[in-house]
Every structure is written in structure tokens, then in C-alpha cells.
């Protein structure tokens, strides 16, 4: 569910929630720790309500640091601001089968891409809807030559929403558009949503928790 609020001034548009809320149970990539929210305090009993929150640094809508898979890289503390925030392509890609291995030709089927793109690059499959299901792991992935052509044209972030722009689970510890895209310094989003209340050209934000590691949480937010 996205919740899109005015922005503050007249005419300034619109915020819109590009992020799954994180709540106990939900799907994670397999491996991953299990998310557990639950009460620690209460109001009743303690004066306060405080959760108690069990999860792993890949949680929800969440972004790769570098050293996510690169031995050495960069981790979210090398990561600015700035680099989060900008103007972003999004490209839309509905009707991928499960597991579907797509490419430039998928990509630019709306519409020739252009020469040089945005830092930001974020792709639209639907597929953010399973979220919650099985069929969230069967989720289509990324070909690893498509995310070279987009890094060579600009791009430095990549985002998705699935839980990984390589394919989940089948045996595989392969992961060639990871290789791509962090082993080139980029950062790599994975699972928005809400991605059709956002335009093809428009404002992304992506603000992290401030952990030192491979990744953390984000607040995703279109700037509409």
C-alpha cells in the first residue's frame, strides 16, 4: 500500500511511500534472519510502548552496499546523502513470466532508451505485489549484459521491486547483475513498491537507516 501526501508550497506535488512496511513474518530473501516484531513494553504495564525488532540488515525495502558482495567495498558508512537523492528513469516491465531472465529488448520496448540515463535506474515488473507469498521467490530477474549497458550509460543505482534483480533461490550462488552493479562502486535497491503512482521520469529519495554495514532499510519516496 503507498500513502502519498502534498508537499509542502503550492504546486510543489506530491510524496509517494515507495517502501513495504516492515512487519513480523514478512519475506525475506532465504538465508536471511526472520523478521520478529513484537511488544516490549506497554502502555498499561509500563507507562510506554516499545517493540522489540529482530531483523536482518537486507529487511523490507532495503539498499546493497558495495561490500554486500565485494570483498573490501564500500559499506552504507561510505555511502553519502547525496548520492540517494535524484532524478530517476523508471522503467516499466509487466508481464515477465516466474523466473523469466529479461533483457535490453524487454527493457526498451516502450521506447528506445536513451544514450545516457539517471544515476537512479529503477525497474517496474509488478512484481512487488507477491510480496508476502511464494510466488515473491519466483519473481523474474535482471540480464547481467542489460545492467552493464545501464551502468556504462550513467546509471549508479539500481532498483528493482523484487527481492533481487538476479533470480532467488534454484540451486544458484551466482549473482551476475550483483557483480555488475556493486562491483562497479554502484548501490543496488531491492523491493519497492508502489512504482505506478510514480511517473516514468520523476524524483527518488533513498534514505537508510543509519547502520555502518553491507545494506540497511530505507524509507523509499517518490518526489511526484
Known sequence: MTHARPV???GA???????HPI????TVYPGDPSVHVSS???????GVAVASLQ????????????????PGGRTMADVSLDELFGEALVIRAPGLAPREVYGWERLSAAGALPDLVPAIVVIDTGWAQWLGSERALEHPALDADAAQELVDRGMRILAVDTLSPDLTGG??????VHDVVLGG????????????DVPDRT?????PLRLAGDGAPVRAVGFV
Not at 61 to 67: E, F, G, L
Not at 185 to 196: R, S, T
Request: glycine share 16%; aromatic share 4%.
Open 40 to 46: 516490549a513494553l506497554s502502555v498499561e504495564s509500563d
Open 55 to 70: 531483523m536482518g540488515s537486507h529487511t523490507g525495502t532495503h539498499i546493497d552496499a558495495p561490500s554486500h558482495t565485494v
Open 171 to 176: 540451486g544458484s550462488a551466482d549473482f551476475p
Open 13 to 19: 506535488g506530491r510524496l509517494v511511500d515507495l517502501s
Open 203 to 207: 524524483r527518488i529519495g533513498f534514505f
Open 8 to 10: 509542502d508550497g503550492a
Open 23 to 26: 512487519v513480523d513474518g514478512m
Open 185 to 196: 562502486d554502484g548501490l543496488i535497491v531491492e523491493n519497492l513498491c508502489g512504482l505506478e
